[in-house]
């Protein structure tokens, strides 16, 4: 009798392998990050702040109401974010990354769907940190755009690149690098 283990091939059965897309078309991609887009500026992040003034529950100039502790809720707006739209979605951040690697030439369509979409994203974010609705160092960061300062140490002759260490870390090379070139 034949063993059962040689020449396992039931990998071959599979109709089909891989995912399949989200979409059929590259407009039923846009409409749902439209939907994504809506549903953010919809559903503000509710900040707690102490009341200005007295105590009593009243209206404030956003309409939120100040609650009988003195605080009062405020609206507060939400960047658009690619984790945000794959939750939205149902995919990964990786999935929407590869989609667009692996389009043909002939779907020239979804790729500026795709473009368009981090487009908006940038935009948002960049605008909103511009106006102060977000925090401008993590917007910053996050697009790329945050201030590189290199930061430079000598220790006997050989330069330490600093770039991606923390504060902390820096300090600790900086000592270092004084207690060396104290003994020389």
Known sequence: MKDARLGNQFWKLRSKHGRDR????????????????????????????QAKGGSKPVLDDFGGVILSDGLVDIPTSRPYTLSGL?????????????FKKSLSKDEKDFSLVVD???DTMYTQKFEGAAVGAFNANIIARDLG??????TDITTK?????????????????LKLARKNADKT
Do not use: R
Request: hydrophobic share 40%; charged share 25%.
């Open 86 to 98: 794959c939750l939205y979605l149902g995919c990964s951040s990786q999935y929407f990354g590869e």
């Open 22 to 49: 989200l979409f059929a078309s590259a407009d039923l991609m846009w409409a749902a990050a439209c939907e994504y887009f809506q549903w953010v500026d919809d559903h503000p992040w509710i900040k707690k702040e």
């Open 157 to 173: 002759g050989d330069k330490i690149d600093t770039n991606g260490l923390t504060p902390e870390e820096k300090a600790v090379l």
């Open 145 to 150: 755009l945050a201030d590189k300062q290199q």
């Open 116 to 118: 368009a979409i981090y």
